[in-house]
């Protein structure tokens, strides 16, 4: 039992201040030509729903450039509101992993990717272990904008 403590412990204390977080291997999950200051961004809703208004707020203060969160439904509508492919490109979308700890323990890791709608081409997530629980799309989004820059 000690153990499980220590080990919600050390996870709480690592998704506490994540704020500054970035991930180092952003080039090889973030498109080459995608540039967050000239490129429009789609981005889904979070996959942890009750943090996508603090995900909202975030990007309003940090990201550079132009985005909208829309549902994945509308990233992969090919006819509505962001049909044309040359301005709406590139979105970055939400999946999950579900993570066990001895059986008792759950928690949901979220993690993203970006996925180029002129190709309906997935690209990878991250290759560095995401343990920013609830809060992971910082990281995604501060690697974006500084690997970026």
Request: aromatic letters at 16%.
């Amino acid at each position: 039992m000690k153990i499980l403590t220590l080990l919600i412990a050390a996870f709480l204390f690592a998704t506490c201040n994540v704020s500054n977080k970035t991930f180092s291997d952003g080039a090889s999950w973030i498109p080459e030509s995608f540039n967050p200051n000239s490129d429009f961004l789609l981005v889904e809703t979070y996959a942890v729903k009750k943090e996508n208004a603090n995900m909202e707020a975030f990007l309003r203060q940090n990201y550079p450039g132009k985005y909208e969160v829309v549902d994945r439904k509308t990233i992969m509508d090919e006819a509505g509101k962001f049909a044309d492919i040359k301005k709406y490109r590139y979105a970055f979308v939400w999946g999950s992993t579900h993570v066990s700890i001895n059986g008792n323990f759950h928690y949901m890791d979220p993690n993203g990717n970006f996925y180029d709608r002129a190709e309906k081409k997935d690209y990878p997530t991250t290759k560095k272990y995401n343990n920013y629980g609830q809060k992971s799309y910082i990281p995604f989004f501060n690697t974006i904008i500084k690997q970026r820059r």
